[in-house]
Nanobody, 114 residues
Framework: QMQVVESGGGLVQPGGSLKLSCAAS????????MAWYRQAPGKQRELVAT????????NYADSVRGRFTISRDNTKKTVYLQMNSLKPDDTALYYC???????WGQGTQVTVSS
């Protein structure tokens, strides 16, 4: 069974950092590009960052560029999202996505608040 499981969310103060993880199983991880999305209450799901299957190419939403870093470890079948300089507007449920085949995780909550 193909699945991804996110972890690492939590409550953090503005200006703080968090690192999200997404562990994949049941699929050939190295052939898939991966993405992080987020969805805040009352808003549409937003693409945050993508990474190519090799990890050589990354893309970011304008709202997070320079603050967030997506990376992957193909030996561990895991993709990461390092989030720095967090703002209250970053508060959302963060989802991992296996691009092209519609595999989604259950999400991990990130709350940025003082």
């Amino acid at each position: 069974q193909m699945q991804v499981v996110e972890s690492g969310g939590g409550l953090v103060q503005p200006g703080g950092s968090l690192k999200l993880s997404c562990a994949a199983s049941g699929l050939i991880f190295t052939i898939y590009h991966m993405a992080w999305y987020r969805q805040a209450p009352g808003k549409q799901r937003e693409l945050v960052a993508t990474i190519s299957n090799s990890g050589d190419n990354t893309n970011y939403a304008d709202s997070v560029r320079g603050r967030f870093t997506i990376s992957r470890d193909n030996t561990k079948k895991t993709v990461y999202l390092q989030m720095n300089s967090l703002k209250p507007d970053d508060t959302a449920l963060y989802y991992c996505n296996v691009m092209g085949i519609g595999i989604w995780g259950q999400g991990t909550q990130v709350t940025v608040s003082s």
